[in-house]
C-alpha cells in the first residue's frame, strides 16, 4: 500500500468529528465540493467507504471508527508536538496550563500550586478555572496539561485521559468567631435549622452533604448556594451562615479569615482527582504538582 496522505486524512478527521461536510467545510475554510473530493480520494485509496449516512449525519462506519482512532492519536501527537516546540528560546519549557474546577478551595489550589515556582525548569504558569465539562474539552485539544478535580474522569466521556486518584479528606465547619460557641457544644446537631452556606452543586460536596444531613436527620437553613469557593468563606466570615470546607487547609482558612471551628467530621469527605492526558510526554511540572497534593491530603489522615 502506498504511503498515507496526512492531508487526505485531516479531511476525513473534519468530517467525522462535525458530522457533516458542510461544517467540516467551513471549519477548514474551503468549499464543500473540496471535501467532498478529498474524501471521495481517500475511500478509494483505502478501497473501502468510510462513512454511513444517519439521518442528516454523517458518521463514521466499522471502519470509519477505526481509522477515526488512528486519526485521533496521530492529530493528538501533533499537537502535543507543535506545543513542545512552541518555545521562544532553547531549553524554555512550554507553559504549564493547569484546569482547576471552580468549586475546590482557592487556598488549596494555592498550596498545590505554590512549589511549581521553585522548580528547576522554566515556564510560565496558567491556571484555567471552570467547569468539569468545559475543564475536559480543553483538555481534549491539548489546551491543558492537567485537571485538578473533585471528581474524576466521568464514564463514557471521550477525552482520551486517565485518572490520578490524590487522596482524600473530611470536612471542617466553620462560622463567625463572635458565634461559634452556640454551635460548638451540641455539634453537629446544632447544625439542625442553623443558617447554612451550601457549596456548588455541581460539586461532589453538595451532594455529600445533602446524603449526610438526610441520615442524621439534620435540616439545616441553607441561606445561600454560592459557586465560588473564596465568596463562600467570605460571606462566613460576614456572620450569613456555616459553612465546610476540606480539612486539609483547616489551618489556612484560620489564619486568612475571621472564623472559628465548630466541629470536623469524615463521614462527609472530599475526595481529588489529577486528571491527565494520555500524552507521550507529561510536562516536567505534572509530577512536582501531584505529589504536592498527594502530601497536602495526607496531612489529614
Known amino acids: 500500500m502506498k504511503q498515507l496522505n496526512f492531508h487526505h486524512l485531516q479531511y476525513f478527521y473534519a468530517v467525522a468529528k462535525e458530522g457533516s461536510v458542510t461544517r467540516a467545510a467551513e471549519l477548514m475554510n474551503v468549499t464543500p465540493q473540496t471535501v467532498s473530493g478529498q474524501i471521495s480520494t481517500f475511500e478509494s ?13 454523517l458518521e463514521p462506519n466499522s471502519l470509519g471508527q477505526v481509522t477515526l482512532r488512528y486519526a485521533d492519536d496521530i492529530f493528538n501527537l501533533g499537537n502535543e508536538l507543535s ?3 512552541a518555545t521562544q528560546d532553547v531549553g524554555k519549557v512550554a507553559n504549564f496550563n493547569v484546569g482547576i474546577v471552580d468549586v475546590i478551595p482557592k487556598v488549596m489550589v494555592y498550596e498545590i500550586l505554590n512549589g511549581c515556582f521553585d522548580l528547576e525548569n522554566r515556564f510560565v504558569l496558567e491556571c484555567h478555572e471552570g467547569g468539569l465539562p468545559s475543564l475536559l474539552a480543553d483538555l481534549s485539544i491539548n489546551k491543558l496539561d492537567l485537571i485538578i478535580s473533585d471528581q474524576p474522569l466521568p464514564v463514557g466521556v471521550s477525552v482520551r485521559a486517565v485518572n490520578h486518584y490524590l487522596g482524600q479528606s473530611g470536612v471542617t465547619f466553620f ?11 451540641d455539634f453537629p446537631q446544632s447544625l439542625h435549622k442553623a443558617p447554612f452556606l451550601m457549596p456548588s452543586r ?27 469557593s473564596a465568596l463562600l468563606k467570605f460571606f462566613g466570615q460576614a456572620g450569613r451562615g456555616i459553612f465546610c470546607v476540606s480539612s486539609a ?16 467530621i469524615d463521614a462527609v469527605s472530599d475526595r481529588y482527582y489529577g486528571i491527565l492526558p494520555e ?8 509530577d512536582a504538582v501531584l505529589h504536592a497534593a498527594e502530601a497536602l491530603l495526607s496531612k489529614d489522615n
Open 45 to 57: 485509496y483505502i478501497g473501502a467507504p468510510l462513512f454511513k449516512r444517519e439521518g442528516k449525519r
Open 175 to 185: 462560622i463567625r468567631k463572635d458565634d461559634s460557641e452556640a454551635y460548638q457544644a
Open 83 to 85: 506545543r513542545t516546540l
Open 202 to 228: 455541581n460539586s461532589a460536596l453538595y451532594q455529600n452533604l445533602i446524603s449526610w444531613f438526610s441520615q442524621s436527620q439534620i435540616t439545616p437553613n441553607v441561606v445561600a448556594e454560592v459557586d465560588d
Open 279 to 286: 500524552r507521550k510526554f507529561k510536562h516536567p511540572a505534572t
Open 249 to 264: 487547609v483547616e489551618h489556612d482558612i484560620l489564619e486568612q479569615f475571621d472564623v472559628a471551628v465548630i466541629g470536623r
